[in-house]
C-alpha cells in the first residue's frame, strides 16, 4: 500500500454520499466505509498516491460542511493498516505509548508519524467506536524511542487541533498494552 485516505464526516447520510464520490472518481481500494461514534461516519481508502488524493479531494467537496477532517498520508508506515484492523500482536514492552485526539484522521496521521519517528510497534489504531468520537493510538518499544515516537504523533495531530493528551508509561504493568484490545 502505497498511500492511505480518510475522510471524516458528522452526517452519516452524507458520508455515503462522500464514499460513492469517492469510489467514482478514482482506483482506490476501500478498506471501510462505515458509522462510528458519536453519529460519525468514515471513509478509508488505499491505493496509489494520485488517486488517493483524487479520491480524498471527492470525498470532502461531497461532504462539504460535514467534513470533521480528512487526509492523505503518502508511504504509510507499513505497521499502521495492521494496527488499524487489530492484527498485530502486542509484544513484550519496555514501555507502553498513547496518543488520543478528537478526530480518526488525526490519529492516523499520529500513528504514521509515530511509527516512522523511531523504532516503536504500534499495538493499536482505535477509530472513534465507543470513543464518543475520539480516537487514539497505543505504541511500544523502549522508554526513549516511545517518548520520541510520542512526540511526533502529538506534534502531527496538534497541527490540526486534534491532540487531546498523550502518556508514555515506563515498564507497564505486564497486561497493560492488552487491555484496549
Known amino acids: 500500500m502505497s498511500a492511505i ?12 454520499v462522500a464514499a460513492d ?16 461514534c458519536p453519529g460519525k461516519y ?8 494520485a488517486e488517493v488524493r483524487a479520491a480524498v479531494e471527492a470525498g470532502a467537496s461531497a461532504g462539504g460542511e ?6 492523505v498520508i503518502p508511504r504509510v508506515h507499513a505497521d499502521v493498516w495492521p494496527a488499524i484492523t487489530g492484527t498485530l500482536t502486542p509484544p513484550p514492552t519496555d514501555a507502553l505509548g498513547m ?12 500513528a504514521d508519524a509515530a511509527a516512522k519517528a523511531a523504532a516503536v ?8 467506536l465507543g470513543l464518543a468520537g475520539k480516537a487514539f493510538t497505543t505504541l511500544t518499544g ?13 506534534q502531527a495531530a496538534a497541527a490540526g487541533g486534534m491532540l487531546v493528551e498523550t502518556a508514555v508509561i ?10 484496549s484490545l
Open 121 to 128: 510497534e504500534l499495538v493499536e489504531v482505535r477509530l472513534a
Open 66 to 71: 460535514f467534513v470533521v477532517d480528512h487526509l
Open 99 to 110: 496518543i488520543e485526539t478528537y478526530s480518526i484522521a488525526s490519529t492516523v496521521l499520529a
Open 5 to 16: 485516505g480518510i475522510v471524516e464526516l458528522n452526517s452519516i447520510a452524507r458520508g455515503f
Open 170 to 179: 515506563p515498564a507497564p504493568a505486564k497486561d497493560l498494552t492488552l487491555l
Open 42 to 49: 468514515v471513509i478509508l481508502v488505499h491505493g496509489l498516491v
Open 21 to 36: 464520490a469517492m469510489l467514482k472518481t478514482a482506483s482506490v481500494g476501500l478498506h471501510a466505509a462505515k458509522p462510528v
Open 142 to 154: 523502549e522508554v526513549g524511542a516511545v517518548r520520541a515516537a510520542v512526540e511526533a504523533g502529538a
